[in-house]
């Protein structure tokens, strides 16, 4: 992780690497108060959700800073996407350490700097430390939505169906080619890595969800994990049907070659897609709205009517054993 160089000081670094990203946000202050003073449109709820990264456990220690520093963000801005919610603004606190010197903080600005221009979110403010420790990064997101529109975790109900946008296991699939446990194809070793490295969070996709969808949340944890979340919250049972969860070529390739790797789709984590359930009647919407945005809305299960809660995976009709749910922090 370390780089040849100089070390500036905290405040010194604060206003010559980061007060530049928070330029057109004047409630930010520079960076140069203790505080930030955020606007909320009339009429809408404050949206706020926090991550932290830990080098070695959420992200590898050799991954370029730049693409470090654009995961961080963006796991914060895919919970923002499932709410329906429009980012407005980022705290950072940053924990420091000895190896980690100007050339490599400058690197991880200049990622940090390409998505507050893309995604129109400046940083307003928060901490820099230094210790022992691993590198550790934690953001909080700001975000609005209209009163009584945010997609919530616990509003499914028995006979809607279950959808996901994008494609599932890309991450775990790029990890494992990153740690050599999976031998892919170059090309689908590079899309699979690029999805682990830099998630894309559904914004526009989740706003476009809200009145539409009963309940959404991110998966990030892993696809049952996640979605066993909104069957707690929601207090119903969930069937999935595995044969129709959308593959990407290089997941494909990886469950062609043996089969164990269903386990990593299912559980693996780090997809950042949004999982969603809806009416049946909805899903003429959900099809002019793929149609719209050109991306894929894909339903792969539905919520029981029988009592319970829980995620059980079929196969064919089939159950099918699921050995790795998701992650867990501990």
């Not at 949206?47 to 456990?57: E, K, N, R």
């Not at 997101?141 to 509003?155: D, P, T």
């Not at 990593?264 to 897609?273: A, I, S, T």
């Not at 995976?313 to 099918?320: E, F």
Request: charged fraction near 20%.
């Amino acid at each position: 992780m370390s780089e040849k160089g100089t070390r500036r000081g905290e405040f010194t670094l604060i206003a010559e690497l980061f007060a530049p990203l928070s330029k057109g946000a004047s409630g930010a202050l520079g960076l140069a108060d203790d505080v930030a003073l955020i606007d909320v449109s009339p009429g809408c709820h404050l949206v706020t959700t926090t991550d932290t990264l830990i080098a070695g456990v959420h992200f590898r220690e050799s991954d370029p800073p730049e693409t470090i520093a654009r995961k961080a963000l963006r796991v914060n801005l895919s919970d923002l996407a499932a709410k329906g919610a429009q980012p407005i603004g980022f705290l950072q606190a940053l924990s420091l350490n000895d190896s980690i010197t100007d050339a490599y903080i400058e690197r991880y600005v200049a990622g940090l700097a390409v998505d507050v221009q893309e995604f129109g979110i400046p940083l307003l403010g928060g901490d820099t430390t230094s210790g022992p420790g691993p590198l550790t990064i934690t953001i909080t997101a700001f975000g609005e939505v209209e009163k009584g529109s945010a997609l919530l975790r616990s509003g499914a109900r028995p006979g809607d169906i279950v959808g996901v946008t994008g494609t599932i296991g890309d991450g775990a699939v790029g990890l494992a080619c990153l740690n050599a446990t999976l031998d892919l194809p170059t090309a689908l070793a590079e899309h699979a890595i690029a999805r682990y490295r830099i998630p894309q969070p559904r914004l526009a996709i989740g706003r476009a969800l809200k009145g539409l969808a009963t309940a959404c949340l991110d998966i990030s944890d892993g696809l049952v994990a996640d979605v066993g979340h909104l069957s707690e919250a929601s207090d119903v049972a969930i069937v999935l049907d595995r044969e129709s969860v959308p593959l990407s070529p290089a997941v494909r390739a990886a469950i062609t070659a043996d089969a164990d790797w269903w386990d990593v789709v299912l559980g693996g984590g780090d997809d950042y897609e949004l999982a969603f359930t809806l009416p049946p009647e909805r899903v003429p919407a959900l099809e002019t709205l793929a149609a719209k945005f050109k991306f894929p809305l894909t339903v792969i299960g539905t919520v029981s009517a029988e009592r319970g809660k829980g995620v059980t995976v079929t196969s064919g009709g089939k159950l099918v054993p699921v050995s790795r749910t998701g992650y867990r922090h501990r």
